[in-house]
């Protein structure tokens, strides 16, 4: 069983729902800005295989739906951003981001581009998404990226995934059985892939539903050029 597939049945058997997002005071406490390494998405080009999804899921009060320029693959949250200069436990600063994005840079100059398929839909207990098939590229920018800068796992990382919209219920209200079988019909479901050739670590503002990410450093892959054969991707071009 893959790990998409044993996050499905793990939602199937608890049926619960939580109180998805980042505005959740619960998670981002005091916090008004986070900083998270991305892969942007422009889901603007699939938008009419989006269309029948979002429809299916709107009809469901507690859904929020997220907007086009909201979508994204999550890699790795860096941490609440720290405006007093002085960092604490799961937080950054500004000054830190800078040394951050820099490590990145290097660690992924020999880092290939890759596809990704979207195809799938899935839920958590706090969101419902489409599932990010590919060949185990993602994990290994998790691992890059949180070696090179020195970053804990995120506790609800889960598999690589385009969230579509957040679950806005108290935590532990019962998934109605019409959610379960709205996603068992897409689970198939293909929505369209794209090839990942850069990773963002952008900002984001924690006081709004659905803010602006504000790119830190855009980081392109395989930007190191093999003196040998001047091939920019690690394993051919």
Same mark, same amino acid.
């Given at each position: 069983?893959?790990?998409?597939?044993?996050?499905?049945?793990?939602?199937?058997?608890?049926?619960?729902?939580?109180?998805?997002? #980042?505005?959740?005071?619960?998670?981002?406490?005091?916090?008004?800005?986070?900083?998270?390494?991305?892969?942007?998405?422009?889901?603007?080009?699939?938008?009419?295989?989006?269309?029948?999804?979002?429809?299916?899921?709107?009809?469901?009060?507690?859904?929020?739906?997220?907007?086009? #320029?909201?979508? #994204?693959?999550?890699?790795?949250?860096?941490?609440?951003?720290?405006?007093?200069?002085?960092?604490?436990?799961?937080?950054?600063?500004?000054?830190?981001?800078?040394?951050?994005?820099?490590?990145?840079?290097?660690?992924?100059?020999?880092?290939?581009?890759?596809?990704?398929?979207?195809?799938?839909?899935?839920?958590?207990?706090?969101?419902?998404?489409?599932?990010?098939?590919?060949?185990?590229?993602?994990?290994?920018?998790?691992?890059?990226?949180?070696?090179?800068?020195?970053?804990?796992?995120?506790?609800?990382?889960?598999?690589? #995934?385009?969230?579509?919209?957040?679950?806005?219920?108290?935590?532990?209200?019962?998934?109605?059985?019409?959610?379960?079988?709205?996603?068992?019909?897409?689970?198939?479901?293909?929505?369209?892939?794209?090839?990942?050739?850069?990773?963002?670590?952008?900002?984001?503002?924690?006081?709004?539903?659905?803010?602006?990410?504000?790119?830190?450093?855009?980081?392109?892959?395989?930007?190191?050029?093999?003196?040998?054969?001047?091939?920019?991707?690690?394993?051919?071009?």
């Amino acid at each position: 069983m893959d790990s998409f597939e044993r996050a499905w049945r793990e939602f199937k058997q608890e049926r619960r729902l939580e109180f998805g997002g #980042h505005t959740d005071p619960d998670w981002r406490g005091e916090h008004d800005l986070s900083a998270a390494f991305i892969l942007p998405v422009d889901t603007e080009v699939f938008s009419e295989r989006l269309g029948p999804l979002r429809e299916a899921l709107s009809r469901f009060s507690f859904v929020s739906l997220h907007p086009d #320029h909201f979508m #994204h693959v999550s890699l790795v949250i860096v941490g609440f951003v720290e405006p007093s200069g002085r960092e604490a436990e799961g937080t950054v600063t500004q000054g830190s981001l800078k040394k951050i994005s820099s490590k990145a840079k290097e660690a992924l100059a020999d880092f290939s581009p890759f596809e990704v398929h979207l195809q799938g839909l899935g839920a958590f207990p706090a969101a419902a998404y489409v599932e990010a098939h590919e060949n185990g590229e993602i994990d290994a920018l998790r691992r890059v990226l949180r070696e090179c800068c020195g970053l804990e796992p995120f506790e609800r990382e889960g598999p690589p #995934h385009l969230t579509l919209a957040y679950f806005k219920a108290e935590n532990g209200t019962a998934a109605p059985p019409e959610l379960i079988s709205t996603v068992e019909r897409y689970r198939d479901w293909y929505v369209g892939s794209f090839t990942a050739r850069e990773v963002q670590l952008s900002l984001l503002d924690l006081t709004q539903e659905y803010a602006r990410f504000e790119p830190v450093a855009r980081i392109p892959l395989a930007t190191r050029k093999d003196p040998k054969s001047d091939r920019t991707s690690r394993g051919g071009a």
